[in-house]
């Protein structure tokens, strides 16, 4: 049950009303915010994999549902096919087997995809129009422009795509540099959409690199050269590592060879799964590592991006009911949550559309982690941050925030808690898959980032919130309770009203949920 008090106290019976735990309510956490302290602004993360426009048979366009979860980036990655320069994709190929085992589905993606390839004949000459198939990537580019998002582009091959280095790496390099200027200057009938980030390959010490690390060092000072003499102003980096904690040749090589050869760094790139932890504060902690890293290696104004970044990377059938679910979608709404505070510029969720590990259903219908990403869109209205008292770094997390004209505050609490008796559950590559791969590295000599040991839950039944100095005085408002859970989608659960400038609210709210709490002035 909701109470709500409305009232104009002296500050010091303010005070005191906004700390005192209500005995009736044990076990809930007390949350304050100050509204008459804005202490900076919410930014969005809204970033996805995946595109809005469908990219294979039977999926939905989601444009106007990217629109309505304000999907501020599409990273450009996994298309099988459009906006990829040299992909070939091959109907036995283990990795793309395990990731679409219908083999009518996949001989559809296959074929499709080796079609929309921009430039097919590599014996072509890079600085002829002709030499270009830019349609199927125009259109994809489009539906990612008319969601309202960015496109920010990332150069390389897709998963179950070649992995071998480009035969003649001038020319590959010459390939990019006219896509940049298809796409932002115009060439060969094009666009003029300023794509701002460019972002070098995908987990080169994984799965989509057999070349050696010199050679991909030589393959990136050739891009971003390429690029920058298009437009200084573009922002180039990589390498979208898959392993951001292990040291090695894509990470401090990389780093280290462009200092060395005073090659631009615009960001760096990184990905993480909370496959091995379920903990939502992975990401900040992985933030702070590759920020430090940037500042000693000589880049201190270079980005950090998390361009990939879920719960688990499994794909397969055992863990969709996960991925589609509240647990999945009160973890995502810590991240986000959290991300506010982390020294990250950019993070991408992977993935956004209705393919594997996405958003929504073959009918674009919404999962459970589509509507965080809604009600955290819906943040974006109440831009002018406050902070809130009370919150954790485990699971317990609040972010809000009042709109420019003042009329509208508004609180977000995602409450997630790492499930009892949780394992890791570490997805292995099938035998047939590993056949075709070049030997992986050694995982007992990869470095992980540690779990954390001091999670500790208390309070996480629900919450006490109050706020004081709300903007609007005496006037009364209204307050509404929408709510993600196993049986609600961000459904109004109770609306009332209140007086002044302070409001006390207490509700249930135990793991796993989301509730935007909205206050508007009448």
């Excluded at 303010?14 to 076990?27: E, K, N, S, Y």
């Excluded at 379920?278 to 000693?296: C, F, H, M, S």
Aim: aromatic residues 12%; glycine residues 8%; proline residues 7%.
């Amino acid at each position: 049950m909701i109470k709500i008090l409305a009232s104009h106290f002296l500050p010091l019976l303010l005070c005191a009303a906004a700390f005192a735990q209500d005995p009736t309510h044990a076990g809930f956490r007390t949350l304050h915010v100050d509204a008459s302290k804005v202490t900076g602004e919410i930014r969005s993360f809204q970033g996805v994999n995946g595109p809005p426009s469908p990219l294979m048979a039977g999926l939905p366009n989601l444009v106007q549902q990217y629109k309505d979860l304000r999907i501020n980036q599409v990273r450009t990655h996994d298309f099988m096919g459009p906006t990829e320069i040299d992909s070939k994709l091959d109907l036995a190929n283990g990795l793309l087997t395990w990731l679409i085992p219908d083999s009518a589905q996949r001989a559809g993606v296959v074929k499709a995809g080796n079609a929309s390839i921009i430039f097919p004949d590599w014996s072509a000459d890079p600085e002829k129009p002709e030499s270009y198939n830019f349609a199927p990537t125009d259109g994809v580019l489009a539906a990612i422009h008319a969601s309202g998002a960015e496109v920010y582009y990332r150069v390389g091959r897709s998963w179950g795509a070649n992995i071998e280095p480009p035969p003649d790496f001038d020319k590959y390099a010459a390939v990019v540099k006219h896509i940049a200027m298809h796409y932002n200057q115009g060439w060969a009938n094009g666009f003029h959409y300023g794509i701002r980030y460019w972002e070098f390959w995908n987990e080169p010490e994984a799965l989509f690199w057999s070349g050696t690390p010199e050679q991909f060092y030589s393959l990136y000072e050739k891009t971003v050269r390429g690029l920058k003499s298009v437009d200084s102003t573009l922002k180039v980096g990589g390498d979208a590592k898959a392993l951001p904690s292990d040291e090695g040749p894509y990470r401090e090589g990389f780093i280290d060879y462009c200092a060395a050869h005073h090659l631009p760094l615009d960001f760096y790139s990184w990905h993480t799964y909370a496959d091995r932890s379920a903990d939502p504060y992975d990401a900040v902690r992985l933030g702070k590592q590759i920020r430090e890293l940037l500042n000693t290696h000589g880049f201190p104004n270079a980005e950090s991006i998390l361009s990939e970044w879920n719960l688990t990377p499994d794909f397969t059938d055992r863990e969709k009911a996960r991925l589609q679910g509240m647990d999945n979608a009160a973890y995502i709404g810590a991240v986000l949550s959290y991300l506010q505070d982390a020294p990250i510029d950019h993070a991408h969720f992977y993935r956004g559309d209705a393919a594997w590990m996405g958003l929504f259903d073959l009918q674009g219908k919404y999962f459970k982690t589509a509507y965080t990403f809604q009600a955290m869109g819906k943040m974006l209205d109440t831009p002018q941050r406050f902070a809130v008292e009370g919150t954790d770094s485990f699971g317990f997390a609040a972010l809000a925030g009042r709109s420019a004209d003042g009329k509208t505050v508004q609180i977000l609490i995602s409450n997630y808690a790492i499930p009892t008796g949780f394992k890791p559950n570490i997805m292995q590559i099938p035998p047939e898959a590993l056949k075709q791969l070049p030997p992986l590295p050694d995982s007992s000599k990869l470095k992980f980032l540690p779990p954390r040991t001091d999670i500790v839950y208390r309070d996480n039944a629900g919450y006490n919130l109050t706020i004081t100095n709300l903007p609007w005085g005496k006037k009364t408002f209204s307050v509404k309770r929408y709510r993600i859970s196993d049986t609600q989608n961000l459904d109004l659960v109770e609306e009332t009203s209140g007086k002044g400038g302070t409001l006390n609210l207490s509700s249930a709210l135990a793991p796993e949920a989301v509730e935007l709490i909205v206050l508007q002035r009448q």
